[in-house]
């Protein structure tokens, strides 16, 4: 049954990926890199590289601001005492940006997502994750100068207890992206 959730995760990964990437579907612009490092509570460190793809749409547009996101596909390494887990996550992120002022080049926004993630050993730290499909949590606040985007925010791996024991990894992150 394992493997049959862990081929369907990289199915998901496979096709969003080509979503992601076609110009037909995604558009000439749009699209991010980012770089981000966190630590756990208990001390494993979290590196994380990524690609993300704005969605191309705006909901609940207000004075106050609007609802909009991006989908990002990342990478992410979890190290402690020369202990290492890597994983691949893809998740939609939703976003509320809130609107400044036409001539302000600044735009502050709170965002919170859902994702899947895929690692390769769900052991780390004395942690047992007891899967190699994990959910990614997150919840930041961020603000965009130009096109650099910097966030700090919270970030939460389990399995929702679709396996026992799911000790769970909380993550504080800060990151930044640059949006071309």
């Known amino acids: 049954m394992e ?10 990964f496979v096709c969003s990926t080509v979503f992601l990437c076609s110009p037909a579907l995604a558009g000439s612009s749009g699209y991010g890199v980012s770089a981000g490092y966190g630590q756990s509570c208990d001390n494993i460190d979290i590196f994380r590289l990524g690609v993300q793809k704005q969605f191309s749409c705006h909901w609940f547009e ?3 601001g ?3 996101g991006y989908f990002e596909l990342s990478y992410n390494l979890w190290e402690e005492s020369g202990e290492q887990t890597h994983g691949v996550a893809l998740s939609p992120v939703f976003a509320y940006y809130f609107n400044t002022s036409d001539s302000s080049n600044v735009t502050p926004y709170l965002e919170g997502g859902v994702g899947a993630a895929c690692i390769d050993d769900y052991k780390i730290a004395g942690r047992n994750l007891s899967s190699n499909l994990q959910f990614e949590n997150r919840i930041n606040l961020g603000v965009i100068i ?8 919270y970030m939460h ?3 929702a207890s679709l396996k026992f024991p799911n000790d769970g990894i909380d993550i504080w992150i800060g990151t930044v992206a640059w949006h071309f």
């Open 146 to 153: 130009h096109q650099i985007d910097i966030k700090l925010g």
């Open 66 to 68: 609007f609802l909009s």
């Open 157 to 159: 791996y389990s399995n």
């Open 3 to 12: 493997k049959l959730v862990l081929s369907a995760v990289c199915l998901v």
């Open 62 to 64: 207000t004075g106050l």
